[in-house]
């Protein structure tokens, strides 16, 4: 189990850098110059374009698209929307990370919006995140939230069958969620939440082994696996959140199958 | 004098680490990333939110403030007056950085409106900006105002008067200015102009500090202690701006009792 | 030849140093933060701001405007209309980074429009959006586009002629266009491929030189062999695009007449 996972991130991050994917970004301010260099990085070609005029070239010319909630405005909800009916007629990756949802009710109505014009085929977020998502789908009732230790793996699921895709609830623990299928990532490092984006990063590169992974739930996987894995690089270089953002970018460059192999752990 | 600035800031920053508390900003796309990140060093969550549907909401849920007019637009300057407004009517410190003031009228009849809406706790610029800020308050007739070489600290004070508020005035000291209380900071580097967005990042950790020190002068005079030693610590770890950016931010996040104690140069 | 293009670079950085002339950026939400860091580097003032109400001061105020379309909207494209159409009416130089031209019909009509607004006198860009540009300009019936391998130069060529201005094409040799001179710049190292937004660094650039020497020929050759060089200069520090990103901001602070005399590879 856990050899495949090995094997499946490796063989993805092979396929993603020597089609370097183009991979669509409608996201925040906040993050736009980190996301775009996290993709190159790793192998892919980022392109962010958010206006309303251009969202359907630009899903068209991409192998993904990637939406992100982060600094959200009526005129950006329409473009994602717009984008996301689009990503879904003609059969491309869909990506939606829903950041700070239950902050706000522009929050919550956007991410119904969004999930009303197409649904992504993967969400990630937190475990927050993800259980303020399901409740802004409109289709909680009678879903079977628990008030178990595993809540958040049961909101995950339970938002996995309204949308259909996959679902990644981030933590110290990732687990990537679709149907009945649930893997799980124990890579990474605590110092990941003291720089801002990174799970905005790890949304992007979703994207991009989305892109040339058109297994969903195996794309998730050997995003989340490549993340936990860049976190533990990084941390080798420094214990401090600026060189570490740097550091983060360095390691996405330099990840191979040998620090694939001696890294991952998940199942 | 100067021992109680030193404890003061060391208490401040042991209050901000253990309450981590939510800021909330309406700032510029320059340095959205870099105040985010500075935030999350010094132990504050940052939180970016401008659109006009919910900043009343974000103000709400997080413990201090900060607008910042960087790039503006007039969508933005409304969702700013909104949450100055509201901010001031729960009570919330409320941080302005009034970037660019006097360079168009724009920005001048900007701050108008923004000081219109609610008076910030705190007010945070270069000596210029907040020359030109008291100026755009419309309140300046009559006031205070020299030409000795002080006059920037007198445009303070009488700006403070017209607000009620702190004023700080960045610089090689920088000065922390209320009614009839004056405090001083001359730490610092002159490589921190070197790196854009710095005055901004100020801005931000007096939203940091002010969010935890209900005494807004003494958050202030906290807030340019941490920038200015920070700088410092920088400083010995690079001479060029790129790298001072990263270690700057590593700086606020290793920043101690210890390293307040050597380097604080303030009454 | 190439011994004066070595000294023209170091006296009109020697130029841009001792002046720091105010460069107006309108730029994109990705490279905002580096772009300004990097013009503080090299020795100007960066000022970005977008707001249709103040673009026409700012224009008036600074000693160049840089207009990137990186991530476009309506609002933003009016502004850049109204910037263009005030630079060229005061004679101030004016840059477009036509970033991702040919890419979405919004980019192309954007192009046409600024271009209709103001001439540049320095468009720079890879050959791609170079050739996109002079397809945009609607001018290029009957212009010598060739199948030939130097068809990016002779679209080049032919866009210089339609706008009056110079042309420079990014590349592994950097071409500097201008009717019937041609000069190249062969610094520069392929990780500048990996980091987002060096293009657009190199158009900010070109606007920092353009704001202290008139001959805009010239000042676009001296600004692509400061940007060769820096990336050379960076490549020794590091072999990974994050800390490269770092290193390249340091390099511009570094650069001086010594790198120049030893690196510069161009005529």
Redesign the interface.
């Known amino acids: 189990m856990s050899q495949s996972i090995i094997q499946n991130t490796i063989d993805d991050l092979d396929a993603l850098r020597s089609k370097s994917p183009l991979v669509h970004n409608i996201t ?7 996301t ?2 996290a993709l ?2 790793i192998g892919a070609s ?9 969202v359907e ?2 899903v068209t ?1 991409c192998s993904a698209t990637v939406i992100n909630i ?6 950006w909800i329409q473009s994602m929307e717009k984008a996301a009916t689009k990503a879904v007629s003609i059969g491309k990756p869909l990506i939606l990370d829903p950041v ?1 949802a239950g ?5 919550n109505m956007a991410i119904r919006r969004i999930l009303g014009a197409g649904s992504p085929s993967i969400i990630r977020g937190n475990a927050s995140e993800i259980l303020s998502t399901l409740n802004s789908s409109g289709k909680t009732k009678g879903v079977d939230a628990t008030d178990s230790s595993d809540s958040a793996v049961d909101s995950g699921k339970s938002l996995s069958k309204v949308t259909g895709g996959v679902v990644v609830i981030s933590g110290a623990t990732d687990y990537i969620l679709s149907g009945t299928d649930k893997a799980q990532v124990r890579n990474g490092d605590a110092l990941m939440t ?4 990174l799970g905005c990063t790890a949304s992007a590169i979703c994207g991009a082994f989305a892109a040339v992974q058109a297994n969903q739930f195996r794309a998730a996987t050997s995003a989340m696996a490549v993340m936990g894995i860049a976190g533990e690089m990084a941390k080798i270089k ?1 214990s ?4 570490f ?6 390691a ?3 990840i191979n199958a040998d620090t694939i192999k001696q890294r991952l752990n998940g199942e």
Request: aromatic residues 6%.
């Open positions: 925040n301010y906040v993050v736009m110059n980190n775009a260099n190159l990085a980022p392109i962010m374009a958010h206006a309303i005029d251009e070239e630009m010319i982060g600094t959200l405005s009526e005129p700070g902050a706000s009710n522009l929050r003291k720089v801002t984006g420094t401090s959140p600026g060189s953002q740097v550091a983060f970018i360095d996405l460059y330099e």
